[in-house]
C-alpha cells in the first residue's frame, strides 16, 4: 500500500491516543477507544496480518467497547482529576 | 413539544422501535458469519476465537437493543456454562485422546485407528474439532463476562 | 505530576524509535525471523496438514501447545469474573 495511506492511519492512531486520555466524558473516552481499534485494525491488514486484524476487529473494536461501556455505566460517568 | 419531552425521559435509554427491528433482523445473520468463520478456517482468515467472539457478540446486541431477560431467556445462564466448559473440554479431550490412543500429545495424526481416513486428513479433521472448542469455549466467556459486568452480578437488569 | 509523566513518555517514545532503527526492512525475506522456521511452514504445511490457511495450521497444529493454554487461560479468566461478580438474589 502507498506510505500515505499508512501515513494518515498513523496520524488518526496518535490522534485518538491522545483524545482517548485528555477526554473528561468516561463514555466517550472508551468510545474513541473502539475507534482507536478499529484504527489499529486498518494499519494490521494494511500491513497484511489479516487474522489479526480480524481479532482486533471483533475483541478489540466489538467486544472491549461494550465491556467498557457496562464498566463505565456502572461507575460514575466524569472523570474526577 | 413538552409532553414529547417528558415521555422520551420516561422511556427506558434506547428503547427504540427501530433499534429493537434492525438488531432482530441482523443477529440471524451475525451469527450464521460466526459460524461461517469457525468453519471456514482452514481457508480464508479467521478461525476459532474470531468466530467465538462474533457468536458471542450476537447474543451481546441481543441484550443491548432488548434487555438482559431476552437474552437470557434465548440462551439461558446454565446452558452457557455447560457449552464453555463443553467448549474447553473438547479441545483438552483431543489432546489427551491422542494420548491415549498412542501418538504423542496433541499430535492428531495418532487419532486414525478412530476412523480410517489417513494421518494427513486427521492433521486437517483435528484442527476442526480443536477450532470448534475453540470457539464454543470463547463465545460462552465473552458472553457471560458482559452479562455480569452490565448487571453487576445479578443478572436481572442490563445496561 | 503531569510534567513528569510527559517527560517519562516522551523519553520512552524516543528510546523506543531509537530500537526501532535495528529492526529488519518490512518483509526482508533475509531478516532472522524469516529464515528460522518460517520457510519450513511454507513449504512443508499443505503438504503435511492439508490446510492452505498457514496461520491456521500453525496455530492448530503446529503451535496446539500454546493455542491450548491459550483457551485455558480465556477460560480461567471468565471463571475468575463469575466467581467474582456473580451473585444470587436470595
Same mark, same amino acid.
Given at each position: 500500500?502507498?506510505?500515505?495511506?499508512?501515513?494518515?492511519?498513523?496520524?488518526? *492512531?496518535?490522534?485518538?491516543?491522545?483524545?482517548?486520555?485528555?477526554?473528561?466524558?468516561?463514555?466517550?473516552?472508551?468510545?474513541?477507544?473502539? *475507534? @482507536?481499534?478499529?484504527?489499529?485494525?486498518?494499519?494490521? #491488514?494494511?500491513?497484511?496480518? !489479516?487474522?489479526?486484524?480480524?481479532?482486533?476487529?471483533?475483541?478489540?473494536?466489538?467486544?472491549?467497547?461494550?465491556?467498557?461501556? #457496562?464498566?463505565?455505566?456502572?461507575?460514575?460517568?466524569?472523570?474526577?482529576? | 413539544?413538552?409532553?414529547?419531552?417528558?415521555?422520551?425521559?420516561?422511556? #427506558?435509554?434506547?428503547?427504540?422501535?427501530?433499534?429493537?427491528? =434492525?438488531?432482530?433482523?441482523?443477529?440471524?445473520?451475525?451469527?450464521?458469519?460466526?459460524? @461461517?468463520?469457525?468453519?471456514?478456517?482452514? %481457508? +480464508?482468515?479467521?478461525?476459532?476465537?474470531?468466530? $467465538?467472539?462474533?457468536?458471542?457478540?450476537?447474543?451481546?446486541?441481543?441484550?443491548?437493543?432488548?434487555?438482559?431477560?431476552?437474552?437470557?431467556?434465548?440462551? +439461558?445462564?446454565?446452558?452457557?456454562?455447560?457449552?464453555?466448559?463443553?467448549?474447553?473440554?473438547?479441545?483438552?479431550? &483431543?489432546?489427551?485422546?491422542?494420548?491415549?490412543? $498412542?501418538?504423542?500429545?496433541?499430535?492428531?495424526?495418532?487419532?486414525?485407528?478412530?476412523?480410517?481416513?489417513?494421518?494427513?486428513?486427521?492433521?486437517?479433521? $483435528?484442527?476442526?474439532?480443536?477450532?470448534?472448542?475453540?470457539?464454543?469455549?470463547?463465545?460462552?466467556?465473552?458472553?457471560?463476562? %458482559?452479562?455480569?459486568? =452490565? =448487571?453487576?452480578?445479578?443478572?436481572?437488569?442490563?445496561? | 505530576?503531569?510534567?513528569? /509523566?510527559?517527560?517519562? +513518555?516522551?523519553?520512552?517514545? /524516543?528510546?523506543?524509535? @531509537? $530500537? !526501532?532503527?535495528?529492526? /529488519?526492512?518490512?518483509?526482508?525475506?533475509? =531478516?532472522?525471523?524469516? &529464515?528460522?522456521?518460517?520457510?519450513? @511452514?511454507?513449504?512443508?504445511?499443505?503438504?503435511?496438514?492439508?490446510?492452505?490457511?498457514?496461520?491456521?495450521?500453525?496455530?492448530?497444529? %503446529?503451535?496446539? %501447545?500454546?493455542?491450548?493454554?491459550? &483457551?485455558?487461560?480465556?477460560?480461567?479468566?471468565?471463571?475468575? !469474573?463469575?466467581?467474582?461478580?456473580?451473585?444470587?438474589?436470595?
Amino acid at each position: 500500500m502507498t506510505w500515505q495511506v499508512d501515513l494518515l492511519i498513523l496520524a488518526l *492512531v496518535l490522534i485518538c491516543a491522545v483524545a482517548a486520555i485528555n477526554a473528561r466524558d468516561l463514555l466517550g473516552a472508551s468510545v474513541i477507544f473502539g *475507534v @482507536y481499534s478499529f484504527l489499529m485494525c486498518l494499519l494490521w #491488514a494494511e500491513m497484511g496480518a !489479516v487474522d489479526v486484524a480480524f481479532t482486533e476487529a471483533t475483541v478489540g473494536a466489538g467486544i472491549s467497547t461494550v465491556l467498557f461501556i #457496562a464498566a463505565v455505566l456502572r461507575t460514575s460517568r466524569r472523570c474526577k482529576d | 413539544m413538552k409532553r414529547i419531552q417528558e415521555k422520551a425521559a420516561q422511556r #427506558a435509554f434506547g428503547d427504540n422501535q427501530i433499534i429493537r427491528v =434492525s438488531a432482530r433482523m441482523m443477529v440471524p445473520f451475525i451469527q450464521l458469519f460466526g459460524l @461461517y468463520v469457525i468453519v471456514h478456517g482452514h %481457508y +480464508s482468515p479467521g478461525g476459532g476465537f474470531q468466530g $467465538g467472539v462474533l457468536l458471542g457478540a450476537s447474543y451481546i446486541l441481543l441484550a443491548l437493543a432488548f434487555d438482559l431477560k431476552t437474552s437470557l431467556k434465548t440462551f +439461558s445462564e446454565s446452558m452457557n456454562s455447560i457449552l464453555g466448559t463443553t467448549g474447553a473440554l473438547i479441545f483438552v479431550g &483431543t489432546a489427551v485422546l491422542c494420548a491415549l490412543v $498412542g501418538g504423542l500429545f496433541l499430535d492428531y495424526s495418532a487419532l486414525e485407528p478412530l476412523l480410517p481416513l489417513g494421518p494427513i486428513e486427521w492433521r486437517s479433521f $483435528g484442527i476442526f474439532i480443536v477450532e470448534v472448542g475453540v470457539g464454543l469455549a470463547v463465545m460462552s466467556i465473552m458472553l457471560s463476562l %458482559y452479562w455480569d459486568l =452490565s =448487571s453487576g452480578g445479578e443478572l436481572d437488569e442490563g445496561l | 505530576m503531569k510534567a513528569i /509523566a510527559l517527560l517519562c +513518555s516522551l523519553i520512552t517514545g /524516543a528510546v523506543l524509535l @531509537y $530500537g !526501532v532503527q535495528d529492526f /529488519a526492512p518490512w518483509s526482508d525475506p533475509a =531478516s532472522p525471523a524469516s &529464515t528460522h522456521v518460517s520457510s519450513h @511452514y511454507i513449504r512443508n504445511s499443505v503438504p503435511e496438514t492439508h490446510v492452505p490457511n498457514i496461520v491456521t495450521a500453525v496455530l492448530g497444529d %503446529y503451535r496446539g %501447545y500454546d493455542t491450548m493454554f491459550e &483457551t485455558v487461560v480465556i477460560f480461567c479468566a471468565g471463571m475468575a !469474573v463469575i466467581c467474582v461478580l456473580r451473585r444470587s438474589k436470595s
